[in-house]
């Protein structure tokens, strides 16, 4: 089997059921934001993990991140799966409120260890933190994407992310801190 088809050549693709839609869709378009908020924790992970790279990271956290990557995965499922035909059937594309819960509990542990927030901060500090800032603000325009999508998703979609996005700013915290790298106040 070859990685290309040709199906997508005059601008269209599938969802899952099979349903025809156009590259713009605006479905299409919340699911590949998704998509690049995984590749770019995907990028955290790596930037961390390379010889030269920050010691914000632990085993512990990359093991959550790659956690996270795999909810996005299910998230993604859930957006292209507009009909419900794959999600009861597969429960690894199925994102739960104690999935939202795992989020709000990794916030607490890493909130912490940082000190209060009096100010806005510029995004920034080591290579990893910057990166999760970056993935934080896809995150939050995935969230624009998913809250504009007609018919309404689950809910518990908007949750997932929106605690994401909490996460991913707090990380980015807990990271440059355990990177020595100093937040810049605005």
Not at 122 to 147: D, I
Request: charged letters at 30%; hydrophobic letters at 45%.
């Amino acid at each position: 089997m070859t990685i290309y088809t040709r199906t997508g050549d005059s601008g269209e693709t599938s969802y899952f059921d099979g349903t025809r839609v156009r590259k713009d869709d605006p479905r299409l378009d919340a699911y590949g934001d998704v998509d690049e908020l995984n590749a770019w924790l995907g990028l955290v992970r790596a930037t961390a993990a390379a010889p030269s790279g920050d010691a914000g990271i632990d085993v512990s956290l990359d093991e959550e991140l790659a956690h996270i990557q795999r909810d996005l995965l299910a998230v993604g499922a859930q957006l292209a799966d507009p009909a419900k035909k794959l999600a009861p059937r597969v429960t690894k594309a199925v994102v739960t409120d104690a999935d939202v819960a795992r989020l709000e509990l990794l916030i607490d542990r890493m909130d912490a260890e940082l000190p209060p927030l009096r100010r806005f901060i510029l995004a920034g500090g080591t290579p990893t933190g910057a990166a999760l800032h970056v993935a934080r603000t896809v995150c939050r325009r995935a969230e624009r994407r998913l809250v504009a999508l007609e018919p309404r998703i689950d809910p518990v979609l908007l949750r997932y992310v929106n605690r994401l996005s909490d996460l991913l700013f707090v990380l980015a915290r807990a990271v440059n801190r355990r990177g020595g790298a100093p937040e810049t106040e605005w």
